[in-house]
Structure formats: C-alpha cells, structure tokens
C-alpha cells in the first residue's frame, strides 16, 4: 500500500488547544477585569493595558494561522505576542510603584498558590483575592511551606496576582519561541518545505 505524499501546507492552527494562548487569554479576562476596577478611565493606561493583553491574544492565533505557510511569521508573530506581555507586564508594576504598593517576589508563596490553584475564570481569581486579603489564603500549605497571609489592599494583591499568571504566560512564550527558533534552524522554512515536497513527489513518480 502506498503512503500518502507529504502535504505541502502542514496541519496548522488549532491554537485554542495551546496552552500559551489559554494562559494569555485567561490574562486578558483578568486584566479587563482589573481595568475596570483600578484605572481611571481617562488614564491612557485605561486602555493600554487591555490592548497590550489583547494583542498578546491575537498574535499567538494568528502565529497558529500563518504556521502552516510561514514559519518565519510563526516566530514573528509569536515574539509580538510576547513583547506585548512584557508591556503589559511594565503596567502592572508601574502601577505598584507609583502606588507604593509592594511587588511579591518571584518565590511568593502567594503566587505559587494562585498558579496552583487552577482558577478558571477572572471570578475565580477574584475569589482569591478576597481570600488572600481577608487571611483565608495561606489556606494550607504549599509544598511544605505554609502560605503568607500578610494583608494587602485588594488593588496589590489584585496587580500581583495578574504578575503572576502573566509571568506563566511569558514562560511558555518564551519557550515556544526558542523551539519555534531551532526548528527554523534545523528544517528552514516554507521554501526549504516546498523543495521537499517536489523532491520527493518526482521521486515517486519516476
């Protein structure tokens, strides 16, 4: 039985299934949500940061999209995608310190229960807000080491929480671009691809 000839344009999008684009998502409901309650509306942040969020999004789906004939815009778009992050993630912080509110550590237990505790939706990380305000998070334990549950203003724990699902999100951009960037390396791109394809489908016709 023959096998079939290689496709030229490879199965490509179903970026729903990524978990980068979960996480972003999740990061954009998140942050829509933050806007609401602690910028002010005619502050250019107001929007900045739901457009930063949102374009982190749409550039992971729409590097899906191009993957199956492009890669080099795969890489491109994915890097966007995570330079909007990053801009988001300056306007998290910013608005920390202009508020003179403190910026959990990256070892924060506080963090590693958020992240632990596989919220689905912004209500949820509300929830956790509440929680982690009114010394109900510390709920236990992480790992072997029991929770802080130091009190903080609802707009703090609010913007470090967000800190830490985006630092998440970062992680698995930045791990997909550097996978994304030894393929490219090793295999080329669309080109090399369509060479391939013609090779091979001469071979089996001679």
Known sequence: MMSEPEKLIPPHGGYRKLKSFQVSQFVYDVTVRFRDRYIEK???????????ARSGVHNIAEASQASGTSRKMELKLTNVARASLEELRLDYEDFLRHRGLPQWLRDDLRRA?????????????AEW?????????GIGVVGNRSIESTRSTYAGIS???????????CSLLDRKIAALERSFVEEGGFTERLHGVRTARRSSSS
């Open 113 to 125: 229960d958020l992240i632990d505790a596989r919220s689905a939706s912004a209500d949820d990380v």
């Open 159 to 169: 913007a470090n929480g967000a800190l830490a699902l985006l630092a998440v999100a």
């Open 42 to 52: 005619r502050s250019r942040t107001h929007d900045q940061m739901v457009q930063a």
């Open 129 to 137: 807000v509440r929680a982690v305000h009114d010394g109900r998070a």
